[in-house]
């Protein structure tokens, strides 16, 4: 979570850069400034190197406007922040455990928030028929947290019921 929030105040940083480069420059091309300077003024105030303030100033022979574009960087951004509060969410919900029996054995199914994981750790190693049953559901053998796993979202929540109903119903049959 510290390094979305690292990121999220990077790009808040650019974005205020590329907006102070664009009132510089809309400021100068109503002076009749040269480019030149432009780039000089941009560089020296927003703290852009000459090279970044440059892209952004010449202009292309397909491009009929200077300046910087923050739209890529603005959906950035939203996405950033969208995922540092489905994380927060996910952490204020906590690490849950439950324990299933199913007719093949007990299963343990635990929602690992700190690893964003959903996991199921059975007692030892599954049969043939409920490995693939689990790969199908898309989980993955962990060996360094000795459990199947996949991704902690609502669909992994659901493949996990899933596979635990498949497995019951396997045996039982």
Same mark, same amino acid.
């Given at each position: 979570?510290?390094?979305?929030?690292?990121?999220?105040?990077?790009? +808040?940083?650019?974005?205020?850069?590329?907006?102070?480069?664009?009132?510089?420059?809309?400021?100068?091309?109503?002076?009749?400034?040269?480019?030149?300077?432009?780039?000089?003024?941009?560089?020296?105030?927003?703290?852009?190197?000459?090279?970044?303030?440059?892209?952004?100033?010449?202009?292309?022979?397909?491009?009929?406007?200077?300046?910087?574009?923050?739209?890529?960087?603005? +959906?950035?951004?939203?996405?950033?922040?969208?995922?540092?509060? +489905?994380?927060?969410?996910?952490?204020?919900?906590?690490?849950?455990?439950?324990?299933?029996?199913?007719? +093949?054995?007990?299963?343990?199914?635990?929602?690992?928030?700190?690893?964003?994981?959903?996991?199921?750790?059975?007692?030892?190693?599954?049969?043939?028929?409920?490995?693939?049953?689990?790969?199908?559901?898309?989980?993955?053998?962990?060996?360094?947290?000795?459990?199947?796993?996949?991704?902690?979202?609502?669909?992994?929540?659901?493949?996990?019921?899933?596979?635990?109903?498949?497995?019951?119903?396997?045996?039982?049959?």
């Amino acid at each position: 979570m510290q390094r979305i929030v690292t990121r999220i105040e990077e790009v +808040a940083l650019s974005i205020d850069r590329m907006k102070a480069a664009n009132a510089i420059i809309r400021r100068m091309e109503k002076q009749h400034t040269t480019e030149e300077d432009m780039i000089a003024a941009v560089a020296a105030n927003t703290g852009l190197s000459t090279e970044a303030a440059a892209r952004g100033i010449t202009l292309a022979p397909w491009q009929s406007r200077r300046g910087f574009i923050t739209t890529n960087s603005r +959906a950035e951004l939203r996405r950033l922040q969208q995922r540092l509060a +489905a994380l927060a969410r996910m952490k204020e919900r906590g690490t849950r455990s439950q324990e299933v029996k199913p007719s +093949a054995g007990a299963v343990e199914i635990t929602e690992n928030a700190d690893m964003a994981r959903i996991q199921l750790i059975f007692p030892d190693k599954p049969d043939e028929p409920t490995r693939r049953v689990l790969k199908a559901n898309g989980f993955r053998w962990s060996p360094s947290q000795g459990a199947w796993q996949r991704h902690l979202n609502e669909a992994g929540r659901y493949a996990a019921q899933r596979v635990v109903k498949t497995i019951s119903g396997a045996s039982a049959a």
